[in-house]
């Protein structure tokens, strides 16, 4: 029993800190089922538009709000999108939808998004930092949204 105590605290600790995990995003499965389109660049323009939405009612809020929450999840479906569409393929004859640069580009968006989601949930109970970094999530969606809707033409289902 002694040493059960320390592993549960360890797991416990390894729960807490480990960031955002399915515990804190469930839904997001739910919203890349909602965005679902003919390919994967429809889905995460889908995705994409539905971000803008989410921030725009997020701003002036404080706190964890639902629109902020929302944020949150449908921010993990569009990475789990871009990761499906981006994976290597399940066999050497199957070739991912897209591939590099296009592949790069995103994973770019990916993490400068990442990078202002964090600091954006860090500020979210400060007003005007909190809308500022919503309209800063809002220029990169707009900028994202272009580059996909460049890719729809020019990727397979």
Known sequence: MKRLNP???????????????????PRADEYAQQAKGATAV???LNLTAMLETSAAKAKGGTGRDQALDDYHNQLHALF???DAAIAPPPSPT?????????????ITYKKTLRL?????????DQQPQRDQHLDRCLAELKHL?????????????
């Open 80 to 82: 789990d999108t871009i």
């Open 94 to 106: 199957v070739s991912p939808q897209i591939t590099p640069p296009a592949s790069d580009l995103l």
């Open 145 to 157: 949204r272009e580059v996909l809707q460049t890719l729809k033409g020019h990727v397979r289902s």
């Open 7 to 25: 592993i549960l605290l360890v797991c416990l600790m390894i729960l807490t800190t480990s960031g955002c995990s399915y515990l804190f995003y």
């Open 42 to 44: 429809d889905t995460m």
């Open 116 to 124: 202002l989601f964090h600091r954006l949930w860090a500020l979210k």
